[in-house]
């Protein structure tokens, strides 16, 4: 499956972003579905998860109540509302697929979030 994110930009302190994340055709609504970020100089992380059966999403310390995963299958995308944001979420965010009982293996292109303080 190939994702397409975009979304991405330059807020201040305390502002929001919406990432989207899509999928051309219906096979991502069989993928379970990710965001990941990775700031400069360090290791790409986990930021929200979410099962393809849908259900409750699973968040990063960090960003549990700022942040709200979200995913509509009959557009095959995904969404990442990000509130109150801080100048530590600043990073390139990254959606991912998985087919059940796999690793992550099918990433989009990243795009830039930045975070003024």
């Known amino acids: 499956v190939q994702l397409q994110a975009s979304g991405g930009g330059l807020v201040q302190a305390g502002g929001s972003l919406r990432l989207s994340c899509k999928a051309p055709?219906?096979?991502?609504?069989?993928?379970?579905a990710a965001w990941f970020r990775q700031a400069p100089g360090k290791e790409r992380e986990l930021v929200s998860e979410?099962?393809?059966?849908?259900?409750?999403?699973v968040y990063a310390d960090s960003v549990k109540g700022r942040f709200t995963l979200s995913r509509d299958n009959s557009k095959s995308a995904l969404y990442l509302q990000m509130n109150s944001l801080k100048p530590e979420d600043t990073a390139v965010y990254y959606c991912?697929?998985?087919?059940?009982?796999?690793?992550?293996?099918?990433w989009g292109q990243g795009t830039q979030v930045t975070v003024s303080s």
């Open positions: 979410i099962s393809w059966t849908g259900g409750t999403p």
């Open positions: 055709g219906r096979a991502f609504r069989n993928y379970s």
């Open positions: 991912a697929a998985q087919k059940v009982g796999q690793v992550y293996g099918y």
